[in-house]
């Protein structure tokens, strides 16, 4: 019996705002590469996936405003391999939309696909390739949706989790395949500590794979709204009608395919035992670039006296700057050709809220929070 198709979305959509000014709407997220590495973020993810999927069958999916800094990173994108979204509905509009390209061009339900994040950090991929390899054998062997879960390495507030259903004392077995109780929001300190230790919480790394037909039972159980969008979808791209397409997505609500579809939907995880991380803002640049003997996270040439616990991130694109830091601690310094931030590493989550798009690059939000 031949192997259904297999096909990979790596979802690149939005530029990054929490990890601005390195990223920026002309200079997104997925194009970035860190200190030390000649790949970009998103040609890693591609690397990754292919010893499982046809090179030819990675698509990457963007929006409209990200799509160009893409192709300029790599031009092998152009055609149909760069699937740009009508309009921005998160990651549950570009899922709907990805599946409805594919069925429009004839892909059968039986095919087997994979949704990816392009912000992945793996200093070493070859056990995610083993982890999602198996991810599409038990896909392709079944009509459920499967996930690849992490195995925690330190108690982080702002992952989120998947739970498996386990038996009490049951190992998760690294490569095994096993069904998920339910998804974990980002916990608080003393919840992550738990999760931890418990030995059926897995970081939820942002990959599902399954059979096209899985994705609509789902849809059909959970989502019926996902479902009609994508349905109508295929009709209009089948008739190469563009405003047809807009208006099948428009009412899909912007939320994560996390909240729209997976959380309430029959789900079976992957444990895989790697190192991995997602740069989802400057606390996991820290990380990524490590520290010294003061706690200190640096990148380019900085002058530090007196600092303990920051990170000191200067862009080559700002080499003609001088930095220095001079008697603080637990701060993030970065400084790029396109702005300078300074914040408490703590409050990089807050970042988000306060850049945001423009025509002409980034607006910065000014915003007042009273001393209590």
């Given at each position: 019996m031949s192997r259904p198709a297999a096909y990979a979305i790596i979802m690149a959509g939005g530029w990054g705002e929490r990890m601005w000014p390195l990223a920026t709407p002309r200079r997104p997220k997925p194009t970035l590469k860190l200190p030390g590495s000649s790949r970009s973020l998103l040609a890693a993810t591609i690397e990754s996936v292919t010893p499982v999927v046809p090179h030819g069958h990675v698509y990457?999916?963007?929006?409209?405003?990200?799509?160009?800094?893409?192709?300029?990173?790599?031009?092998?994108?152009?055609?149909?391999?760069?699937l740009v979204e009508p309009l921005r509905r998160d990651t549950a509009g570009c899922v709907v939309y990805a599946l409805a390209r594919l069925l429009a061009a004839g892909a059968p339900e039986g095919s087997v696909v994979g949704f990816l994040a392009s912000?992945?950090?793996?200093?070493?991929t070859s056990g995610f390739t083993v982890a999602l390899s198996r991810a599409y054998e038990a896909a392709a062997s079944s009509r459920c949706l499967v996930c690849i879960g992490v195995r925690p390495s330190r108690a982080d507030t702002a992952l989120g989790y998947l739970e498996l259903d386990l038996a009490e004392?049951?190992?998760?077995?690294?490569g095994t395949v096993l069904p998920v109780r339910r998804f974990v929001e980002k916990p608080d300190a003393a919840t992550a500590q738990q999760h931890l230790l418990s030995g059926r919480h897995l970081w939820n790394m942002g990959t599902v794979v399954g059979q096209i037909g899985a994705f609509r039972s789902a849809?059909?159980?959970?989502?019926?709204?996902?479902e009609a969008a994508?349905?109508?979808?295929?009709?209009?791209?089948?008739e190469d009608d563009a405003e047809r397409v807009r208006a099948a997505l428009e009412p899909i609500?912007?939320?994560?395919?996390?909240?729209?579809?997976?959380?309430?939907?029959?789900?079976?995880?992957v444990v895989a035992d790697i190192a991995w991380d997602t740069l989802s803002g400057w606390e996991a640049m820290s990380r990524a670039v490590g520290t010294d003997m003061q706690g200190n996270a640096l990148s380019g040439?900085?002058?530090?006296?007196?600092?303990?616990?920051?990170l000191v991130y200067v862009d080559p694109s700002a080499s003609?700057?001088?930095?220095?830091?001079?008697?603080?601690?637990?701060?993030?310094v970065v400084v790029t050709a396109e702005g300078v931030l300074v914040m408490p590493k703590d409050r990089a989550q807050d970042l988000r809220g306060v850049v945001e798009a423009t025509r002409e690059g980034v607006r910065i939000r000014i915003a007042h929070r009273e001393r209590g």
């Open positions: 990457v999916a963007a929006d409209g405003g990200t799509a160009q800094a893409l192709l300029d990173l790599d031009p092998d994108l152009t055609g149909d391999r760069l912000d992945s950090l793996m200093p070493d004392g049951q190992p998760a077995q690294a849809m059909s159980a959970v989502a019926t709204d996902l994508m349905d109508a979808a295929v009709a209009a791209l089948r609500e912007p939320r994560s395919i996390d909240y729209a579809l997976l959380e309430n939907a029959e789900l079976a995880a040439a900085p002058l530090l006296t007196d600092v303990t616990d920051s003609t700057q001088r930095v220095a830091v001079v008697g603080v601690s637990g701060l993030a």
